[in-house]
């Protein structure tokens, strides 16, 4: 997409959708390293045991859970007048 061709409108909109990119991005990665710190408390092996595997699923679950719960009290807050 060449910048130069967006009109002001668009150029917001496109620069807003990348930073929501780059947020979900950096969540992503933080998730991962807060889950795996967490739940892998030994040197992996080929696969994960049944605790770790729960342990990753119920954390990545809770985070995802509480970033919502999060997200929309922003939005409320941002469409209060």
Not at 39 to 55: A, D, R
Request: with cysteine; charged share 20%.
């Amino acid at each position: 997409m060449d910048p130069s061709a967006l009109n002001s409108a668009e150029l917001e909109h496109f620069i807003t959708q990348e930073k929501q990119k780059a947020m979900v991005n950096e969540m992503v990665a933080k998730l991962t390293s807060v889950c795996w710190d967490k739940c892998i408390t030994s040197t992996p092996g080929s696969k994960f045991s049944s605790g770790e595997s729960s342990c990753l699923s119920n954390c990545a679950q809770r985070s995802l859970d509480l970033s919502m719960i999060i997200m929309k009290r922003l939005q409320s807050m941002n469409s209060m007048p």
